[in-house]
DNA sequence: TTGTCTCCCCGCGGGAGACAA
DNA sequence: TTGTCTCCCGCGGGGAGACAA
C-alpha cells in the first residue's frame, strides 16, 4: 500500500488522495514506490514504459495535455463509477451543489495500471478554475495557447518497434506455445542464428509493472514458424489471459523488451480495488470535487480509458466547440462505437430530444443532454443518450442517396482494425494533448505501408457530397427542413480521429513508431468548410495537410495544429443556466438554443430573430491554411476578413477574427 | 463492491462510510451482499457463523458489547494502521484537535472476514460520548449497567462441537491429506459405518465466507485413522495454508459443519485491501472522527483483533478501572505477550517513566503512556511502551526470591496452549463484552478436563507471596524502596485472562462449547484484595467462582459479573491534561499522578501532602462478595463499610463505596 | 494415536511435428 | 504463414499402507 510520492497529503486537509496502490507512470515523475499488491510501480519510468502504456490503452485512447484546460463533467465521472463497480449501488447523491460541467486545468496525468489485471489507468489531477465560471473567457482562451510544454523531447527519443496480437485458442490453450508473426518476431525479437538446426533464445520482456516475464523463443516446426514456448504458459496463467485477448510487445531502441496486454471485453475493475472503495464511491466523488472548488484546491480523478463509457474530461476547446454544431431535434448525426469483436463502426440516429439527463440534480447539463434514436437496433449497448462533443453531423456517402440509412459502406478493414484496439474508438481525442492518440497501423501479411504516402489523401475517402440538414422540429420523430440538403464535394473529413489519427488496421496489427505518426499531427490542417451558408459550422472538421507524411519532425510535441482551433468569445456568462426541458416535447427556437449552450451564445445576438440568422448566407472567404500555431502566424490569421459569420444567432467572425475556427484551407473549400 | 446494507449513506456527509466489500456477519444484521471479490458474505448470518468467527479469531478475542461505554483510543488505531499496511507512510497527520482517549458508546459491532485471506475483524460504530468529556462520569457509570442487550437468546441456542487443529507437514504436502485426530472426527463429523472395509463418506463444510468445501472422508490406513483425502488439498492451495496453521471444524446443533483457519503469523493485511486505502490512512482515521464529534455523529472504526498490536477500544470501566493501580516508575509489573510459536508468555518489566508518547500531539494521553524495561531482552517486539490498562502489577511466585527476575516458572504448557491459539493472549479482554472471550481449552490425548473441576483453586496456582513495590525513583534505573515487600499468601490470580477466562492448553487444542464456558464468567468474582495496606489496587484481580463450571446457565448473555466492576466517581472534569513529562525524569509526586490520571483523582485529595496517604493502612475488610450484577444485589453493596481508602491520592472508597472494586471475595483475602 | 515416508499410478501439460486453412 | 491437432513423455501429486514416534 503505497502513495505516490508525487503526492504529499496536505495537513489538516479532508480531501482524500487517494491513498491506492498506484504510482506514476508518468515520464515526469520519479516513482519510486515498491511493488505492491495492487498496481503498479515500474522501477525506472521511461519512454517504453509511456509507449507501453498508451499501447495497452489502445491507439484511441487519448489524455488531456498537461497545464491545458478542459471540461470535467461530474456525471460522467458518476458514470464510470457505476459501470467499474458491477455491483455498486447508485446512491442518490446529491450534486454537492456542483456545476454540471467544471472548467479545470490539468495540473497532472498520471499513467497507471492495475497491477491486478494490468488494466491501465489514469489520475489526472484538476485545478478547477473558478474564473472560467465567469465571463473572462477570451483571456483563457488566450492563455490556453501559450501552455506549451516541453515535452517533445521525450515522445522524440524512443522509436520502439512494436506488435500487438490476438490470442489463438491455440496460443492459450495448455498445449504448446504462442505462435508468434514472422515479421512481428523479426521486427521486435533479437534474430536468431537461422544457421542452427533449431535456432532459439530467451527473451526477458518487463510488464506494465516492471515485473520481468522470459520465455523461449524457438524456431521450428515444419514449416518453420516463430514460438514462444517455455515461459509463455506461465505467463497466460497469471495473467489469466484467454482467447481473444490481445498480446503486445514492444521494443525500445536499448533493446529492451516490454509487453502488455490488451483483454477483449471492457474491463470491469479497470482501477485497483484499493481505490474502488474510496475514489469511486459517488459520495466521495462529489464531495472531493466539491471541496477542492471550495477551497480552490486540486482534486484527482482516476479516467480508466477502457472502462468508462465516455470520457468525461474533454478538452475546453472541444467543449466549446461542439456547440458550433447546430444541434436541433430531429438532425440526424453519426457517432463512432466500439463494437465487442468487430472494431468500431459508426452509427447514426437521429436526435429525438434535447434536454437535462437529470433535471433536478443536474441542472442545465450537457452531458448526455441528447436523445438519440439509433439507426441500427441491433447494437443494444447504446446508450439513449449521448454528449453534443461526441457526435458528428451526418455526411452521406457519394452515390447514397438515401437520407434515412446512408452509413459507410467502405470496407471497413482498410480503416480499422478487427482488435481489440478500438475498444475505445467511440471517443474522440483530446484536441490538446502531449500523450495524444496514437495512430495504428496493422498490416496485412507483409504488406508494409510506406511512410509518406498519405493513406487518407483528401480526394480518396470521404468525399461528402451531400450534406443534410433538417428542419428544427418540435417532435422529434418527424424531421422538417430547415434548409435544404447542401450538396457539395467538399474535401470534408468525418472526423479527427479519421485524419490525423487515423488507423490502417489490416490483419496483422503492428503499430507503428508512435512520434512518426504523431509528428504528423503537427502538419493537420483545420479545414473550414465554407459553403453557401457562410461558415457552416456542421463542417468544422479537420483533415491532414496533404503532406502530411513527409514532414516528420524532431520536434513534436510541442507544436500541435490543434492548437490552432482557438476561439475568442465574448459571452457575459458561461455558467450555464437552463430550464430543463425534455424529449423534444419544446420547439426549439433560439432562445431553447440559447438555453443549451449559453456559454458559446453572444449576448447581443440573443434575441427571438436570431432564428432568422440561421439561414442567413454569407459568400464563403478564401482563408490561409495555418497551419502552425505559432505566434508569428497570428497576425497573419488576424487579417483574415471575417465578419458577420454566423449560424444560429453565433456569430463566427467579429471578435473572432484571429480564431483559427475561420482558417480553412482552400482545397476544403472546393465547391 | 458493496456496501453494508446496514449502513445509509448519509447525505451531505463527507465521512466516509467504508464502502469496501464487507457484509456483517452480526447476528443481528440482515446481511444480504452478494459475493464481491475482497470481503466476507456469509447468506445467512447464524449462529454458527459467529461461533466461527469466534474461533477463527482465537480465543482470546473479546468485543466491546453493543450498547456499551467503551473508550477509544486514536493512537492505538493508527497504530493498527501503521501495522496492517506494511509500507504505508506514517506521515506526520494533525491530530485534528482530538483528545487521546475518546469516550464513546458502541452502536453496532459487526463481525466481518477478509475474503483476501479469510482474516477475522470488525467493525465497530461509535458514537462519541461528548458528555464524558465533562463530569458527570458518575451518571454514566450508572448509565451503563442499564445497558443490556438481549442476546443472551443467541448465544444460548447453540452448542457447537468444534476442534482446532495445527497443520502438520503432512497435512499440508501434496501427498496425502489430512490427518483427523480421532476424537476430533467422533465429535465433529457424521459417524462412519465402521463396519465396512473402508469406510468414507463426504464432508460438506463452509467457511465464513459461506463457501462450500468438500472433503472425503476416509477411516484407513494400518492402523486406522480418519483422514481427508479428495478436496483437501485443493483447500490447502486455495486458501495458501500452511504447516503451522490451524484448521478448525465446527459443527452446528443441525449438522452443519462449518470450517475456519487462523494462521500461525500475525496477519499483515486483516482488512481487504479496498478498505486498507482508505479507512486505513491516517488522514482518513482522524478526520473522520474528528467529523463525528463535531457532528455528534456515529464514526466507523475497523478492528482487526489478530493484526493489531494493541486493543485501541476498550471498556469504559476496564479504563477507569486501571487508574486504580498505582501505577509509578520503578514499579515491576507482569504484562501477556504472544510469541510467535510458543503461545503467549507472560513477561515482566519495570516502569522506568510516566509520560506522554507523543506529547505535541497527543498531550496528556494514556496510550502507551508508561514507558518500561523488559526484564527479558529476548522478546524483541517488545514495545518499550505499553498503556496503563495492558499491565499487571507484579506478583512473584512462592519460593521466588529475587526480586529482579521474577519470572513464573511453572509449566507453560498447563495454561498455554502451544497453538495460534494464544496470538492476542497480549490483550485482555473488553470487560463489558457480549461476545466475549471465550476459553479455549486444549486437549491432550484423550484427556478431557471435566467440567466443574476448577483448574485455577485459589490456592493452587499463583499464590504470590511476595509483593513487590518499589520507591519511586527518579531515574528510573534504581528503584528506592517506598515500602518493604509485603509477603502475604493471599489467594490472587495473575490476572483476568486466567482466571475467568483461562485457557487449558494441552496438545490436542479442542475448543468446547462457548455458552459453557461463557457462562462460567457470569458467576466470576471480582477478588478484591485486601491486605494491610487496606485496598491494595495492585490486586484488582478477578478469579473464578469455586463453583465455576457447575453453574452452567441458559441465560448466559445477559448478565455479565463485569458488569459488578462500576465506578462511581466524583471529578470535576475527566478531561485529561497533562504536561508531557518523559522517562522517569520526573519524580512522581502525587500531582503528576494528578496530570497523569486527572479523571480519576479526586480533587480534595490532589494536594502534597497525599503523598502520605501512599503507605496509610487501613484494615482489609470483611466483604461479600458479588456475583451478580442484578440491581438487586447493590443495595447489599452499597452497604459495605469502605471508606478513606486511598492509595496514592486516590481515594478509593467513599463515593466508591457502591463500587464492585470494593467488593471481594472472602478467600482472596486470606492472609 | 498420528506424523512421516515411500511407493504406485494416473493425468496434466509442455513440447514437438503433421497437416491444413 | 500460422492455427489446430495429435502424439510423446516426464513430472507432479493424489492416495494407499508401512513404519515409527
Same mark, same amino acid.
Given at each position: ?47 517504453i514504459?509511456?509507449?507501453l ?34 455491483? %455498486? ?21 498520471? &499513467? &497507471? ?7 491501465? $489507468? ?17 483571456? @483563457? ?15 522524440? #527519443?524512443?522509436?520502439?518497434?512494436m506488435?500487438? #496480437? ?12 504462442f505462435?508468434v ?7 521486435c525479437f533479437p ?11 530467451e527473451l526477458v520482456a518487463k510488464d506494465l509493472h516492471g515485473v520481468e516475464w522470459r520465455f523461449?523463443h ?10 514462444l514456448?517455455?515461459g509463455w504458459?506461465?505467463f497466460?496463467?497469471?495473467k ?7 498480446v503486445l510487445f514492444l521494443r525500445g531502441?536499448?533493446g529492451e523488451l516490454r509487453l502488455g496486454i ?33 477551497? #480552490?484546491?486540486? %482534486? ?15 478538452? $475546453? ?15 440526424? %448525426? ?35 443532454? &441528447? ?109 422538417? @427542413? ?50 453557401? &451558408? ?6 468544422? $472538421? ?27 468569445? #465574448? ?5 450555464? $443556466?437552463?430550464?430543463? %426541458? ?50 508569428? @502566424?497570428?497576425?497573419?490569421?488576424? @487579417? ?32
Open positions: 500500500m503505497e502513495i505516490d510520492l508525487n503526492h504529499a497529503v496536505k495537513d489538516g486537509d479532508f480531501e482524500k488522495h487517494g491513498g491506492g496502490n498506484w504510482c506514476s507512470l508518468s515520464p515526469s515523475s520519479s516513482a519510486s514506490c515498491s511493488s505492491s499488491s495492487n498496481s503498479v510501480v515500474p522501477s525506472v519510468p521511461s519512454s514504459y509511456f509507449e502504456w498508451h499501447a495497452c490503452a489502445g491507439p484511441l485512447t487519448s489524455l488531456p495535455k498537461k497545464g491545458s484546460l478542459v471540461v470535467y463533467f461530474p456525471q460522467g465521472h458518476l458514470e464510470q463509477a457505476a459501470a467499474s463497480a458491477s455491483n %455498486f449501488p447508485c446512491l442518490d447523491v446529491p450534486a454537492f451543489g456542483l456545476h454540471p460541467q467544471i472548467f479545470c486545468r490539468v495540473v497532472n496525468v498520471q &499513467l &497507471l495500471a492495475n497491477k491486478e489485471n494490468d488494466e491501465v $489507468y489514469t489520475q489526472v489531477t484538476l485545478l478547477p478554475q473558478s474564473e472560467l465560471e465567469e465571463k473572462n473567457l477570451e483571456i @483563457n482562451g488566450h492563455e490556453e495557447l501559450g501552455v506549451e510544454e516541453g515535452n517533445g523531447g521525450f515522445l522524440s #527519443k524512443s522509436t520502439p518497434h506488435f500487438c #496480437k490476438t490470442l489463438t485458442a491455440s496460443d492459450t490453450s495448455t498445449h504448446g506455445g505462435s508473426p514472422r515479421r512481428a518476431a523479426e521486427d534474430p536468431l542464428d537461422y544457421k542452427q538446426q533449431r535456432p532459439s533464445q523461449r524457438i524456431y521450428r516446426g515444419q514449416p518453420r514458424r516463430h514460438l514456448t517455455t504458459s506461465i497466460v496463467s497469471q489469466n489471459l484467454v482467447s481473444g485477448d490481445a531502441d536499448n490488451r483483454r477483449a471485453g471492457r474491463p470491469r475493475n479497470s482501477l485497483p480495488s484499493s481505490l474502488l472503495s474510496d475514489q469511486h464511491t459517488h459520495l466521495n466523488i462529489l464531495s472531493s470535487v466539491a471541496n477542492a472548488i471550495n477551497t #480552490k484546491s486540486m %482534486f484527482h480523478i482516476f479516467y480508466c480509458p477502457r472502462a468508462s463509457p465516455a470520457e468525461f474530461v474533454i478538452p $475546453y476547446q472541444k467543449y466549446v466547440k461542439c456547440f458550433s454544431h447546430p444541434v436541433a431535434i430531429g438532425m440526424r %448525426f453519426k457517432m463512432r462505437f466500439e463494437k465487442d469483436d468487430t472494431a468500431d463502426r459508426r452509427c447514426s440516429g437521429v436526435i429525438t430530444g434535447i434536454g437535462d439527463l437529470d433535471p433536478h440534480k443536474w441542472h442545465a447539463s450537457k452531458w448526455r443532454c &441528447l436523445k438519440v434514436r439509433w439507426d441500427e437496433e441491433l447494437v443494444s449497448d447504446h446508450q439513449d443518450r449521448v454528449s453534443p462533443w461526441e457526435i458528428e453531423p451526418f455526411v452521406s456517402l457519394p452515390g447514397m442517396t438515401s437520407p434515412s440509412a446512408p452509413r459507410l459502406k467502405k470496407p471497413r478493414t482498410s480503416l480499422m482494425p478487427s482488435s481489440p484496439d478500438n475498444h475505445l474508438a467511440g471517443r474522440t481525442g483530446f484536441l490538446e494533448s502531449d500523450e495524444s492518440v496514437r495512430s495504428s497501423k496493422v498490416l496485412q501479411g507483409q504488406e508494409k505501408v510506406i511512410f509518406g504516402q498519405p493513406q487518407h489523401d483528401g480526394d480518396r475517402i470521404d468525399h461528402p457530397l451531400e450534406f443534410e440538414m433538417h428542419k428544427f422540429t418540435g417532435t422529434g420523430s418527424v424531421p422538417r @427542413n430547415i434548409s435544404e440538403p447542401l450538396k457539395e464535394p467538399l474535401t470534408t473529413y468525418t472526423g479527427f480521429m479519421e485524419s490525423s489519427r487515423f488507423q490502417k488496421v489490416l490483419q496483422g496489427q503492428e503499430i507503428f513508431p508512435y512520434e512518426v505518426l504523431h509528428g504528423g499531427t503537427r502538419l493537420d490542417n483545420i479545414a473550414w468548410k465554407k459553403n453557401d &451558408l457562410g461558415c457552416n459550422m456542421f463542417n468544422m $472538421y479537420q483533415r491532414p495537410h496533404p503532406n502530411f507524411y513527409p514532414f516528420v519532425s524532431e520536434n513534436i510535441g510541442n507544436i500541435y495544429a490543434t492548437k490552432n482551433e482557438k476561439y475568442k468569445m #465574448k459571452c457575459d456568462s458561461i455558467q450555464p $443556466y437552463m430550464t430543463g %426541458f425534455e424529449g423534444g416535447s419544446v420547439p426549439p427556437d433560439v432562445s431553447s438554443i440559447q438555453r443549451m449552450f449559453p456559454g458559446i451564445v453572444r449576448e447581443d445576438v440573443c434575441n427571438p430573430t436570431a432564428t432568422k440568422i440561421v439561414l442567413e448566407q454569407r459568400p464563403s472567404e478564401n482563408l490561409t491554411p495555418s497551419i502552425d500555431v505559432d505566434p508569428k @502566424n497570428h497576425a497573419e490569421l488576424s @487579417n483574415a476578413t471575417n465578419s458577420g459569420c454566423k449560424l444560429f444567432g453565433f456569430s463566427l467572425t467579429g471578435e473572432m477574427s484571429t480564431s483559427n475556427s475561420q482558417s480553412s484551407s482552400r482545397r476544403s473549400c472546393t465547391k
